[in-house]
């Protein structure tokens, strides 16, 4: 090929790289136009000593980006990936005072839960653990702007929503995300376990199964053998560092997945209320359980011969503190908010 021929070639190329390269920064996710969403003004009532409306002007914006998917038996449905940008719920509860309603009888918070509604009659659940305990901060958040991912090949383009939405970004089938919330109500879970403080010896032979239908339970030998082993810096939010020894279990959602029906509805509304011999009791969302696409699971660890901690302990991989790691575990309940 003559010069000629061979220069003008390559000046074409190095114009579309140099567009490209203009046009284009390493963020993959910034790349659409970003779209405006209808916003709803928000009310947060609930176990607080006052109600009051959200003022987002005085918030800082996050940024979460979501594959979402509808839950089928099989693998799910795919509706689109967005980039979404909005208010955090750990920003919008942040200066509500607490006023638990069972804060004489249990003052930890990691009892607390929270529902969110829409106009529509929608709502779901929220642990406080997956707003204020997680590692990885700001997950959740109410979007009021949204741009598509686009793939750089298919140039596909998903359907862009329209309305403000609750947009839970560590779930894997988005199922809680519903458009255009309108309250927030905090509330205690509404179980009674007697407290026993500084038990010398927590321990509980049989982990009751308080679930729909089923009265089994998980005696010290029912797990034999830990599948799955975490690496971890155990750390409370009270008395700092516990240890750095990794906790070897089965996967909770395992262990029970032949006693609970996962579904959208339970995935909107299910939470799990897991109590120590000591009363001690920390709530998670069914679907913090069982419907995470960053593998932070929860594990059940066989704790026999460990004393103060057996026969099982729970261990929340996704949480940075270590306050829900319940000791002595004595009961799994299963309720769902209507």
Same mark, same amino acid.
């Given at each position: 090929m003559s010069r000629s021929i061979i220069f003008p070639v390559l000046l074409t190329l190095y114009s579309i790289f140099s567009a490209t390269a203009i046009a284009q920064t390493n963020d993959f996710y910034d790349d659409a136009p970003q779209s405006a969403l209808n916003g709803s003004t928000l009310v947060v009532n609930g176990e607080i000593e006052q109600s009051y409306t959200v003022d987002f002007a005085a918030l800082p914006l996050r940024e979460v980006i979501v594959k979402e998917a509808s839950y089928t038996e099989t693998a799910g449905k795919f509706i689109g990936a967005y980039q979404y940008e909005g208010y955090s719920l750990y920003d919008i509860l942040n200066k509500a005072v607490l006023a638990k309603k069972n804060a004489n009888e249990f003052p930890p918070i990691i009892d607390l839960y929270v529902e969110i509604a829409n106009a529509k009659g929608e709502k779901v659940v929220i642990s406080w653990g997956e707003i204020y305990y997680p590692a990885n901060r700001h997950q959740i958040i109410i979007a009021s702007k949204v741009r598509r991912i686009v793939p750089s090949k298919t140039k596909e383009l998903w359907t862009l929503p329209v309305d403000s939405k609750? $947009? $839970?970004?560590?779930?894997?089938?988005?199922? #809680?995300?519903?458009?255009?919330?309108?309250?927030?109500?905090?509330?205690?879970a509404d179980v009674d376990y007697k407290i026993e403080k500084d038990m010398p010896y927590m321990y509980s032979p049989t982990v009751a199964l308080k679930l729909p239908g089923s009265a089994k339970s998980i005696d010290e030998k029912s797990i034999t053998a830990s599948t799955t082993l975490y690496n971890t810096v155990f750390y409370g939010r009270g008395k700092g560092i516990h240890s750095t020894t990794p906790f070897n279990g089965v996967l909770l959602k395992e262990r029970l997945k032949n006693d609970l =029906?996962?579904?959208?509805?339970?995935?909107?509304?299910?939470?799990?209320?897991?109590?120590?011999?000591?009363?001690? #009791?920390?709530?998670?969302?069914?679907?913090? $359980?069982?419907? #995470?696409?960053?593998?932070?699971?929860?594990?059940?660890?066989?704790?026999?011969?460990?004393?103060? =901690?057996?026969?099982?302990?729970?261990?929340?991989?996704?949480?940075?503190?270590?306050?829900?790691?319940?000791?002595?575990?004595?009961?799994? #309940?299963?309720?769902?908010?209507?």
């Open positions: 609750l $947009v $839970v970004a560590a779930d894997l089938y988005t199922e #809680r995300n519903i458009d255009s919330p309108v309250s927030i109500t905090i509330k205690s =029906s996962i579904n959208p509805a339970t995935l909107r509304h299910g939470i799990l209320v897991f109590a120590g011999v000591d009363g001690y #009791r920390g709530v998670f969302t069914l679907s913090e $359980v069982y419907n #995470r696409n960053d593998q932070a699971e929860l594990l059940l660890v066989p704790q026999q011969g460990v004393v103060g =901690s057996g026969a099982y302990q729970l261990f929340p991989a996704m949480d940075f503190f270590s306050d829900r790691a319940i000791k002595g575990l004595a009961e799994i #309940r299963y309720m769902e908010i209507e």
